[in-house]
């Protein structure tokens, strides 16, 4: 099939929506049927369980992955039409551990896309040491350190920098902070919203916490069995009254479910 280069019509240029998205894998249904919208400056939360689509449907928007059937746009584009490298370099990534480099030090961990974009190494240093700034990190502590010797908390913080070297518009949140301990995971969730909402970002953020998820969400989204279920703003979810949001909230521990 060839790469379709038509746009979006103009009253649907959000930076990232799915159509009718389904995705096959194999013989296995992962996505089915899936239409979403984000708008500019939300934070939309993929909740759900272990194998409920979450990050599928996240690949699907920086074209790791391609849909069976349905369309995936990104900035106007189908995702097809894109250049896959030069979509990916449009998007921020951060995944669960960073996913550091363990060779290179900080500062080339985080200016690595500035590298391969080929900007002079006096505007590399300039920008790597403004985004250690802006995560909390001093670069003058933290620049030639290399990621063994950071913590948990100090490894996300470096691959939230490295995300926003070229600047994206849209943020990809692959469970970043899963792996850190509840007071430090707690402490990046509100840095990282505040973060966020400070530059003007466009975030798709999985994760199976609700907690997380009402954190730093302006919307919720639950995916269960590869369809999206359930999207609200965080009051709103609570209160959800498909059965699929009930069950998760009373799992999460948040109280009595909502009376139908």
Not at 52 to 67: A, D, I, M, Q, W
Not at 201 to 228: M, N, P, S, Y
Not at 232 to 258: E, K, S, T
Request: hydrophobic fraction near 45%; proline fraction near 5%.
């Amino acid at each position: 099939m060839g790469i379709r280069s038509r746009q979006m019509p103009q009253s649907e240029l959000a930076p990232v929506a799915l159509r009718q998205v389904h995705l096959i894998r194999g013989q296995t249904p992962v996505l089915n049927d899936v239409s979403l919208t984000v708008e500019r400056g939300e934070i939309v939360m993929l909740l759900g369980a272990s194998g409920s689509g979450k990050t599928s449907l996240l690949k699907l928007v920086n074209r790791l992955l391609e849909p069976t059937k349905g369309e995936v746009w990104v900035a106007g584009r189908v995702t097809t039409a894109w250049d896959a490298i030069r979509l990916r370099r449009r998007i921020g990534y951060v995944m669960q551990d960073a996913g550091l480099l363990p060779h290179y030090t900080v500062a080339r961990n985080v200016g690595l896309l500035l590298e391969l974009e080929r900007r002079p190494a006096a505007e590399r240093r300039a920008r790597v040491a403004a985004l250690l700034e802006l995560v909390g990190l001093d670069p003058a502590i933290y620049a030639q350190r290399f990621p063994a010797a950071l913590s948990g908390g100090e490894r996300q913080r470096v691959g939230v920098a490295r995300a926003l070297a070229l600047d994206p518009a849209l943020l990809l949140m692959d469970e970043p902070f899963g792996a850190l301990d509840p007071v430090v995971r707690a402490r990046l969730q509100q840095e990282f919203a505040a973060l966020a909402r400070t530059l003007g970002k466009t975030v798709l953020f999985v994760t199976h916490d609700l907690q997380e998820a009402l954190r730093i969400g302006t919307r919720i989204c639950l995916l269960a069995r590869g369809q999206l279920v359930a999207d609200a703003v965080p009051d709103d979810f609570l209160r959800h009254d498909a059965p699929d949001v009930q069950a998760y909230v009373q799992a999460a521990g948040f109280g009595a479910p909502a009376q139908r």
